[in-house]
């Protein structure tokens, strides 16, 4: 058994022995979504390629074919909100594959006031996470595992916190590249100084499965996710359901309906077309958000993301919108840089 599978088995016991069952600080590491994830629903993707997008969430997905690659996401977030990631990947021939990651989020300017409403001027926000992401060939070429080890630090006017976290992944994929599944563990760990020096803080832990799939000759290919198995309920009672006018109670749902509905929000399915060589169509239906944040009376798009992209002599430049309201929807872009394809002799 060589040093690497030894490495890799450590690291997936440790994340099984220290997973903690939820929490929300430190929430903003998910927000770092490449635009081909944010078009297909938000959530880890298994794809069998070289996108460097997707090994932030995935870092499993990390190839030799990724050496020398460089990526920049920005995302136009609500009001004045604006974050985004670079990120750079090497291989190394008896290491494995490396990826180094940054991303931050401003908040903009936020006006300070006191108990009563007065004003007194105002303060910014921001957060910064450093990655480093492994991933490595583990028994043969079709089956992967990676980590990645990540350090947050968040600045909310004069308060400051900073945390560790990890994110453990494994991908099998066949050998024709039609089928592919990733096991995550995403977000194990918490603060090492929370806001207040009090206390202590877990990251938003999460458990997921990915799946890829690719039907023979067919211009399309399908992602599925299965997200927070660590949770079953995720639903709950909403407080403005409608009012049963004899008994004056809100109306809940029906066990079996609260139990599929709870069911789809574990579930995110996305499709991908390529209509000709080198040209992307992308689009998802996250049920889970769309039931969260929708407006029953007028649900508009609420949870679905859609996106395109295209790829040419090393770029690859992707756009993407995700609804998360019926009056507006955030802006990605993603520019993927083969720096390889400079250094071919012409």
């Known amino acids: 058994m060589n040093r690497s599978f030894k490495t890799a088995c450590f690291l997936l016991c440790c994340s ?29 993707i298994t794809a069998a390629d070289n996108d460097m997008g997707n090994v932030l969430f995935n870092p ?83 089956f992967t595992l990676g980590a990645n080890l990540k350090l947050m630090f968040s600045q909310i006017h004069n308060y400051f916190g900073m945390a560790l976290g990890v994110d453990v992944s494994a991908t099998y994929t066949l050998a024709n590249r039609m089928f592919a599944a990733s096991l995550l563990l995403r977000n194990i760990g918490g603060s090492l100084k929370s806001y207040t020096g009090d206390g202590f803080d877990w990251m938003p832990f999460e458990i997921s499965i ?36 004899e008994t004056g109670e809100r109306i809940k749902m029906s066990k079996t309906k609260s139990f599929f509905d709870n069911l789809a929000r574990h579930l995110v399915l996305g499709v991908e077309v390529i209509p000709y060589k080198h ?16 407006n029953s009376d007028k649900p508009g798009m609420v949870g679905f993301s859609w996106g395109a992209g295209f790829n040419i002599r090393g770029f690859d430049l992707s756009y993407a919108r995700s609804s998360f309201y019926r009056l507006g929807s955030p802006n990605y872009i993603t520019l993927n840089v083969n720096l390889n394809s400079f250094n071919k002799k012409r």
């Open 16 to 44: 099984f022995t220290f997973a903690q069952s939820g929490g929300a600080s430190f929430s903003f590491v998910d927000m770092g979504l490449s635009a081909r994830v944010a078009s297909l629903g938000g959530e880890a």
């Open 60 to 142: 499993s997905l990390l190839n030799a074919q990724m050496h020398n690659n460089l990526s920049f996401s920005f995302v136009n977030y609500f009001s004045g909100i604006n974050y985004g990631t670079v990120s750079y990947a090497r291989n190394f021939k008896h290491v494995g594959n490396l990826a180094f990651h940054i991303q931050y989020a401003n908040y903009g300017s936020i006006i300070v006031t006191d108990v009563m409403g007065g004003e007194h001027g105002s303060a910014t926000a921001n957060d910064i996470v450093l990655v480093s992401g492994w991933g490595k060939n583990i028994i043969d070429s079709q």
């Open 210 to 245: 990915a799946l890829y799939g690719k039907i023979p000759h067919a211009p399309f290919r399908i992602f599925f996710e299965i997200t927070n198995l660590q949770k079953w309920k995720l639903n709950y009672d909403n407080p403005y359901a409608q009012i049963d006018m």
């Open 279 to 294: 040209i992307y169509l992308r689009a998802a239906y996250n049920y889970n958000r769309g039931a969260d944040l929708v």
